[in-house]
Nanobody, 124 residues
Framework: VQLQASGGGLVQAGDSLRLSCAAS????????MGWFRQAPGKEREFVAA????????VYADSVKGRFTISRDNAKNTVYLQMYSLKPEDTAVYYC??????????????????WGLGTLVTVSS
């Protein structure tokens, strides 16, 4: 599996943005998929994750109710819909895959494939 995230950009506080992560490879449909982010000068943090069916999702408390993770296995794509963006959401966003198809994890170490990030900048 190879991953390519896109959709980042410069937005204002309160705006919405949708990130996409396109995957190549036949095993995408069995992968747990996650989104992580890393703000300047900060550690990478978990944002959201989806089971391979999309039937189970988890979110970081900081984005719960504002972000939605979804996936389209037919298109080998996972999305992160972000609403009500805040300046503190500014970060490079990364998608990641856990190819064993195990339980959803918030821990980055669980994921074995990472894409290049896409920068989201939220101005106040």
């Amino acid at each position: 599996v190879q991953l390519q995230a896109s959709g980042g950009g410069l937005v204002q506080a309160g705006d919405s943005l949708r990130l996409s992560c396109a995957a190549s490879g036949r095993t995408f449909g069995r992968c747990v998929m996650g989104w992580f982010r890393q703000a300047p000068g900060k550690e990478r943090e978990f944002v959201a994750a989806s089971s391979w069916t999309g039937g189970s999702t988890v979110y970081a408390d900081s984005v719960k109710g504002r972000f939605t993770i979804s996936r389209d296995n037919a298109k080998n794509t996972v999305y992160l819909q972000m609403y009500s963006l805040k300046p503190e959401d500014t970060a490079v966003y990364y998608c990641a895959a856990e190819r064993r198809g195990g339980s959803i994890s918030r821990m980055g170490i669980t994921y074995d494939v990472w894409g290049l990030g896409t920068l989201v900048t939220v101005s106040s």
